[in-house]
């Protein structure tokens, strides 16, 4: 396997992984957009993290216990993963036994988890209750971020917003 290929991608392994560490999170990127309605694949899951330190030793736990690695950087790079270096670093990409898991503490385009929080709707999806960046955050984040796979998102959810403003 290759950092370049997702591993065996298991979302819904990876959010029960995170409520069963009681990480406090939100789902953003291409997992949001799809519990939102948007038809494009995504290959992991995006999270926004909150960073006080109990969370981050709950996240850390968590990572863990799914041998998370520094997604692309060399195996032999020594890596402590801890609440510590979470604290230290603003956004990791992991590759883990359950599948590519990338964490944010501050998307582009935001302030961070308390602003994601606020306007996240809890959703039912996996089994779990999840909360779920709004989709005018996600579009402000993907705004924000540029990327041309990041514009393309934004027609999805522009079209995602305007039904629900009709509905």
């Not at 290929?5 to 957009?33: E, K, M, S, T």
């Not at 302030?111 to 999840?130: K, P, S």
Request: hydrophobic residues 45%.
């Amino acid at each position: 396997m290759t950092d370049r290929l997702a591993p065996d991608f298991q979302p819904a392994a990876i959010i029960a992984l995170l409520h069963r560490h009681a990480v406090r999170y939100v789902v953003i990127g291409g997992l949001a957009a799809a519990l939102r309605g948007s038809p494009s694949v995504t290959q992991d899951v995006d999270i926004c993290h909150a960073r006080n330190r109990e969370n981050l030793t709950h996240l850390a736990s968590a990572l863990g216990e799914v041998h998370a690695r520094l997604r692309g950087a060399p195996p032999d790079l020594p890596f402590r993963l801890d609440a510590l270096t979470l604290a230290r670093g603003d956004s990791f990409t992991f590759t883990t036994d359950l599948g590519w898991l990338d964490i944010l503490a501050t998307p582009s385009g935001t302030g961070g988890f308390d602003e994601l929080v606020a306007n996240a709707d809890r959703m039912e999806a996996f089994d779990e209750t999840v909360l779920v960046a709004s989709i005018d955050d996600l579009i402000r984040m993907k705004r924000a971020a540029g990327r041309p796979r990041d514009r393309a998102e934004l027609e999805i959810l522009g079209a995602l917003r305007d039904e629900i403003d009709r509905a």
